[in-house]
């Protein structure tokens, strides 16, 4: 990310992945704060902002690329927070710790009853520890054995 354009979207040059001109950057159509969190799932990349999360497929940003608002109701706190799970990818948020289901990405998904495609895991059980983390912004995350191990720091320490 560039700290002087926190909303823009910096894409490498095709065929270098570890070259970025300044002038290859994008927006979504309706940037709601600044990025937060990129992850690639599947053929999109994800990117949330602040309050939402929007996906960007296509294979040149000038030509085919969409921006699409997809229906997760908060964005994440920390980049590092974001960890690739079995079915999608859980992460940290303002207010709990969401599993987001891959079939997020598809409009003409059928669930399975029961089935969530955005689930808060936190249950009100971790609310005032998130709350007392003093800087959400430089959490880390994995996800390893079927769990979620989220690093904080917490107090002053």
């Known amino acids: ?11 490498s040059e095709p065929n270098d992945p570890t070259y970025f001109k300044s002038t290859s950057k994008i927006y979504p159509a309706n940037s ?23 996906k960007w497929t ?5 030509t085919d690329a969409t921006w699409e608002q997809i229906p997760i109701p908060i ?5 590092d927070s974001i960890a690739l799970t079995i079915n999608g990818f859980t992460f940290l948020s303002r207010d709990g710790i969401y599993s987001i289901n891959a079939g997020i990405l598809y409009q003409d998904i059928v ?8 689930k808060k895991i936190t249950h009100g059980r971790l609310e005032n520890t998130i709350k007392s983390m ?24």
Not at 1 to 11: E, Q, R, T
Not at 58 to 62: I, K, M, T, V
Not at 75 to 79: N, Y
């Open 134 to 157: 003093n800087n959400r912004g430089i959490s880390k995350a994995i996800y390893y054995n079927n769990k979620y191990y989220l690093a904080c720091r917490r107090g002053r320490t």
């Open 75 to 79: 964005g994440c706190e920390s980049h």
């Open 111 to 118: 669930t399975i009853k029961g089935e969530e495609l955005v």
């Open 1 to 11: 990310g560039n700290s002087f354009d926190p909303k823009a979207l910096y894409y």
């Open 58 to 62: 296509g294979a040149n940003p000038e």
């Open 32 to 54: 709601e704060g600044e990025i937060t969190g990129i992850l690639n799932l599947s053929t999109s990349v994800l990117v949330s902002f602040n309050t939402s999360w929007w």
